[in-house]
């Protein structure tokens, strides 16, 4: 089987049509996947302002990872389940968008920051766990992280700027809006 | 509203917006970014109060921690939405998620700074030690934030959305 017959079956799948026919789908899978996504921003964000070495200096890295870590995940899987659906609903546009090949281009740098600092940085973390100011390494990896994860939220709203399709109804249309 | 709308839409500031094609998006990614700051913020604080989280600190520790970030990020969102409105008055204005949105803001800003204002000061070690009306206003303030974040995607989608209590109708 190749690519683009995987990407049409993708768009051909159930889930796939129905983010096309239902109306209310689409908006609110969109709304779950913002949800998602700024929560799994917002709690990173805490993660990697602590490696920056502020404002959380009296609580160790450790603690406040591991805090954040159920959410994280949890918001992570559920931005991806959404996403999925989205991209099911047109699969060849997005396969095909810049913005969303640079978003995901994004995701995986992130991801690889991420492997590379919990693989390599975090076996030291006993000496450095309650300093104010973590190694140069960990610093690193929360800004990286920071920013790669700002670029993914940039790309993603792109999409919506350069997909070219519209999913909105027809001003003078008259249908049933039920799910 | 309308007049005021059409007003808006056709001064240069609102055109410049329209015009440069990286603008609107730009500002709705700065928009989001916030979104995560300010919620999750709000999550923590909220957590603080039920005992899930921090319960090791004391509640005005965990305050002072995340109330700067969430009201410099609420800040900034009233900045990139005065804009975001400025450049598209016509699309805001007609839908019915707006407005609804706008009266949730109003509430959930006033909401938190009173809660604030009442539980900053709070020193308690466990859960227990916080009222049932503390956790409620807790619980009721990230749910509030909930449906902003619901409804600020609906304004593109008013019509899917409300169906015929849409104002595009």
């Given amino acids: 089987m190749d690519v683009p017959s995987i990407i049409q079956s993708i768009q051909d799948s159930a889930p796939a049509q129905w983010m096309r026919t239902s109306v209310k789908a689409m908006p609110f899978v969109e709304s779950l996947h913002v949800l998602a996504a700024a ?112 670029s993914v939220i940039f790309f993603a709203r792109w999409i919506g700027f350069t997909k070219g399709y519209d999913f909105s109804i027809p001003q003078d249309s008259h249908i049933n809006f039920q799910f | ?44 604080i909220a957590l603080r109060v039920l005992g899930k989280m921090r319960a090791d600190e004391p509640f005005p520790a965990v305050w002072q921690r995340f109330a700067p970030w969430m009201w410099t990020g609420l800040c900034v969102m009233a900045c990139t939405g005065l804009i975001l409105v400025a450049g598209e008055p016509i699309r805001e204005f007609t839908a019915l998620s707006f407005w609804i949105k706008m009266a ?23 859960p227990a030690q916080f009222p049932a009306t503390a956790k409620l206003a807790s619980v009721l303030i990230v749910v509030l934030w909930l449906a902003i974040i619901f409804l600020g995607r609906a304004i593109a989608y008013d019509r899917e959305v409300w169906g015929a209590l849409s104002l595009h109708a």
């Fill in chain 2, 104 to 126: 949730l803001v109003l509430l959930g800003v006033t909401g938190t700074a009173l809660y604030g204002r009442a539980l900053r000061n709070f020193i308690g070690a466990g």
């Fill in chain 1, 39 to 150: 929560t799994l921003f917002g709690t990173i964000f805490i993660v990697d302002l602590r490696l920056l070495g502020f404002p959380d200096t009296r609580r160790s890295f450790t603690a406040i990872s591991r805090e954040m870590l159920r959410l994280t995940w949890a918001a992570f899987f559920v931005a991806v389940i959404a996403g999925a659906l989205m991209f099911a609903a047109n699969a060849h546009t997005y396969v095909g968008n810049t913005a969303f090949r640079l978003k995901m281009l994004a995701l995986v740098a992130a991801g690889v920051n991420m492997t590379i600092f919990q693989g390599i940085t975090i076996r030291t973390v006993s000496a450095w766990d309650r300093d104010a100011r973590p190694p140069l390494a960990g610093r690193v990896a929360g800004v990286l992280s920071i920013l790669l994860w700002i």
């Fill in chain 2, 1 to 44: 509203m309308h007049a005021f709308a059409g007003w808006l839409q056709e001064t240069p500031f609102s055109h410049t917006i329209q015009d440069v094609s990286w603008i609107i998006p730009l500002l709705q990614s700065i928009h989001i970014v916030m979104i995560g700051v300010v919620f999750v913020s709000s999550l923590m």
